[in-house]
């Protein structure tokens, strides 16, 4: 098990040696973290509330300003050395993971913020492509690195809204904005309600002193996630158009409670009905979790995980085989106090309240027993609930 007791997880002093070798010159220091979601899923495009909280984990970006418009970008992970001109944006959507930190920087342009050049070196843990965002990560510190580099101010909202800008136009994903949200606006012990309309965020505080949150990667990621994704999006969207004609002010699932939605579902086509059942009770479920932490009750909000996951599973239909697995496999073991998959599904991760006495076991029994029926290999990552994105000086 991949488990980390509050040092600091990246080489600070590799990367800086990295950079001052390739570069000359000594660098600041950036950094920004992977996430995971609590519970809040598939509630985001849907101007709901998601549950989120910044992991341990994070990506950190060694930078110097120069005198020109030139951007050299070197990655350590990817073991690749790359450049763009600031005035002179290249291609979009190329596919390379400059398109992140060149989109970035072009959206920070955009929003009129005065960027320079810079030299960058990049170094970071998030696994890719795992479901715990690398990418808002690569995004947020890099625009975080642009912006102090250069002498700017920026507030953190707008650092996530350019991380989520390109995100879309660069990499040419359209993702909601829970993950540079958390990225940017994390803190350590807390989880983060973020209200997807009006983009309020609200720290929660997350007591893991006797209870861990634990990652459980299945290893898979199928095909259809997307076109699923967009189908369950226009589901949603008809949902809301049918609905309209009984509750004609609402704008989004997000207006609709529990109470008036089993007023109306009788009126929706049976898929539709299971869609939208979903988000109405996820955003509740979502809002009751907060306050199950705000009163320190794990315990509801282990009640809260399981149920969101069922209702992923038979309602919205975005679980797999492989994430109801691991769900079972934890609900079956003493120690587990919630299970849910988290992210957008058809693969990718769970996410588990695990007691801390119970560690060792989970970790034995879901790795054998996930093998076991799936011939796949678990990663599983235990995380505290880490800090947002900021310029490390204690280095
Ligand atoms: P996730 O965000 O779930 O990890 P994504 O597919 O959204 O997965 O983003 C992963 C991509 O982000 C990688 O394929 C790569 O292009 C880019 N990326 C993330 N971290 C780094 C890094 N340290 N160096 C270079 N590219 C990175
Ligand atoms: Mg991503």
């Given at each position: 098990?991949?488990?980390?007791?509050?040092?600091?997880?990246?080489?600070?002093?590799?990367?800086?040696?990295?950079?001052?070798?390739?570069?000359?010159?000594?660098?600041?220091?950036?950094?920004?973290?992977?996430?995971?979601?609590?519970?809040?899923?598939?509630?985001?495009?849907?101007d709901g509330f998601v549950l989120?909280?910044?992991?341990?984990?994070?990506?950190?970006?060694?930078?110097?300003?120069?005198?020109?418009?030139?951007?050299?970008?070197?990655?350590?992970?990817?073991?690749?050395?790359?450049?763009?001109?600031?005035?002179?944006?290249?291609?979009?959507?190329?596919?390379?993971?400059?398109?992140?930190?060149?989109?970035?920087?072009?959206?920070?342009?955009?929003?009129?913020?005065?960027?320079?050049?810079?030299?960058?070196?990049?170094?970071?843990?998030?696994?890719?492509?795992?479901?715990?965002?690398?990418?808002?990560?690569?995004?947020?510190?890099?625009?975080?690195?642009?912006?102090?580099?250069?002498?700017?101010?920026?507030?953190?909202?707008?650092?996530?809204?350019?991380?989520?800008?390109?995100?879309?136009?660069?990499?040419?994903?359209?993702?909601?904005?829970?993950?540079?949200?958390?990225?940017?606006?994390?803190?350590?012990?807390?989880?983060?309600?973020?209200?997807?309309?009006?983009?309020?965020?609200?720290?929660?505080?997350?007591?893991?002193?006797?209870?861990?949150i634990v990652v459980c990667d299945?290893?898979?990621?199928?095909?259809?996630?997307?076109?699923?994704?967009?189908?369950?999006?226009?589901?949603?969207?008809?949902?809301?158009?049918?609905?309209?004609?009984?509750?004609?002010?609402?704008?989004?699932?997000?207006?609709?409670?529990?109470?008036?939605?089993?007023?109306?579902?009788?009126?929706?086509?049976?898929?539709?009905?299971?869609?939208?059942?979903?988000?109405?009770?996820?955003?509740?479920?979502?809002?009751?979790?907060?306050?199950?932490?705000?009163?320190?009750?794990?315990?509801?909000?282990?009640?809260?995980?399981?149920?969101?996951?069922?209702?992923?599973?038979?309602?919205?239909?975005?679980?797999?085989?492989?994430?109801?697995?691991?769900?079972?496999?934890?609900?079956?073991?003493?120690?587990?106090?919630?299970?849910?998959?988290?992210?957008?599904?058809?693969?990718?991760?769970?996410?588990?309240?695990?007691r801390r006495e119970a560690l060792?076991?989970?970790?034995?029994?879901?790795?054998?027993?996930?093998?076991?029926?799936?011939?796949?290999?678990?990663?599983?990552?235990?995380?505290?609930?880490?800090?947002?994105?900021?310029?490390?000086?204690?280095?």
């Open positions: 098990m991949e488990h980390r007791e509050g040092r600091p997880l990246i080489d600070r002093v590799r990367l800086a040696r990295t950079f001052y070798q390739r570069y000359g010159r000594e660098p600041r220091l950036f950094r920004a973290p992977g996430r995971v979601n609590l519970i809040g899923e598939h509630t985001d495009y849907n989120p909280m910044a992991i341990d984990r994070e990506t950190v970006i060694a930078g110097a300003a120069r005198d020109d418009r030139r951007v050299r970008v070197y990655s350590l992970n990817a073991d690749e050395a790359v450049e763009f001109d600031l005035d002179h944006p290249g291609e979009k959507q190329r596919g390379i993971w400059l398109d992140y930190v060149e989109g970035v920087a072009q959206s920070l342009l955009g929003r009129g913020v005065r960027l320079k050049g810079a030299d960058l070196a990049v170094l970071s843990d998030v696994p890719v492509g795992a479901g715990l965002s690398s990418s808002a990560a690569l995004e947020v510190s890099a625009g975080l690195a642009f912006v102090s580099l250069s002498d700017q101010q920026l507030d953190r909202v707008t650092l996530a809204l350019a991380g989520q800008q390109a995100e879309h136009v660069y990499v040419g994903t359209m993702c909601g904005i829970m993950d540079q949200f958390v990225a940017a606006l994390g803190r350590e012990g807390h989880a983060l309600l973020i209200d997807c309309r009006s983009l309020e965020a609200t720290l929660v505080p997350l007591d893991t002193s006797e209870t861990a299945t290893n898979v990621k199928h095909e259809l996630s997307s076109s699923e994704y967009n189908a369950r999006r226009a589901e949603c969207e008809r949902g809301v158009e049918m609905l309209r004609e009984m509750m004609p002010g609402i704008r989004a699932l997000r207006d609709v409670s529990v109470a008036e939605f089993a007023q109306h579902e009788e009126r929706l086509p049976e898929t539709i009905r299971r869609r939208c059942r979903h988000v109405v009770t996820e955003n509740e479920r979502t809002l009751s979790a907060a306050r199950a932490l705000q009163d320190g009750d794990l315990k509801e909000m282990g009640r809260l995980m399981y149920a969101s996951h069922r209702s992923l599973r038979d309602d919205y239909e975005v679980s797999c085989r492989e994430l109801d697995v691991l769900v079972e496999i934890a609900e079956s073991l003493g120690g587990v106090v919630g299970a849910r998959m988290t992210g957008g599904g058809f693969g990718g991760c769970t996410v588990n309240l695990v060792g076991e989970f970790e034995q029994v879901v790795s054998r027993e996930y093998t076991r029926a799936t011939h796949l290999n678990p990663t599983i990552y235990v995380s505290e609930a880490g800090g947002g994105a900021k310029e490390i000086k204690d280095s």
